[in-house]
């Protein structure tokens, strides 16, 4: 699959807004019968350009209400580092998201814990004990403004950037 067209562009969208729409009701709404709808999809996933489905959740509702970003700095950033410290943070629960940065820090952490204490527990516990740690700095956010999962598209159709990886 190297391009995109509008009927594509419609399909992700719709998926985009709501990932748990029936293959008849999104076949509908982009024109399509189901069997060529389904077959696009399918297309889409195996090329790799759906990468799954998902259940987004409220974390205030389920007691996440501290969500803190973090900027870390390492000794050295030579590439056994950069692997420690991403192994160290790739299987905590508190990790939603990790970025290695250019700028003042070499790591952005986004966690979600449900109060300060499990903070100090998370910082103390696990950050300052991975090997390299340097510097660890903490904001947190006080209002989430803005909060989008869905990717812009443009209305007319594209050409993949490069191929999806499978």
Do not use: W
Request: glycine letters at 4%; one cysteine or more; charged letters at 25%.
């Amino acid at each position: 699959m190297k391009t995109l067209d509008r009927t594509d562009i419609s399909i992700l969208d719709s998926l985009q807004r709501d990932a748990s729409i029936t293959n008849a009701e999104l076949g509908r709404s982009v024109n399509l019968s189901p069997t060529p709808c389904f077959n696009r999809v399918k297309a889409m996933q195996e090329a790799g350009l759906i990468k799954g489905q998902v259940t987004l959740l409220d974390p205030r509702v389920l007691g996440l209400d501290l969500n803190v970003f973090i900027h870390v700095s390492l000794e050295k950033q030579d590439e056994g580092a950069l692997q420690r410290f991403e192994a160290a943070v790739a299987d905590r629960p508190e990790v939603m998201e990790c970025y290695l940065m250019t700028g003042d820090a070499d790591y952005l952490l986004r966690i979600l814990v449900p109060n300060i204490h499990e903070l100090e527990r998370f910082i103390l516990e696990h950050l300052t004990k991975v090997p390299g740690v340097a510097n660890i700095r903490s904001s947190f956010a006080l209002k989430q403004v803005l909060y989008k999962t869905a990717l812009p598209l443009p209305p007319d159709g594209l050409a993949l950037a490069r191929s999806p990886r499978r």
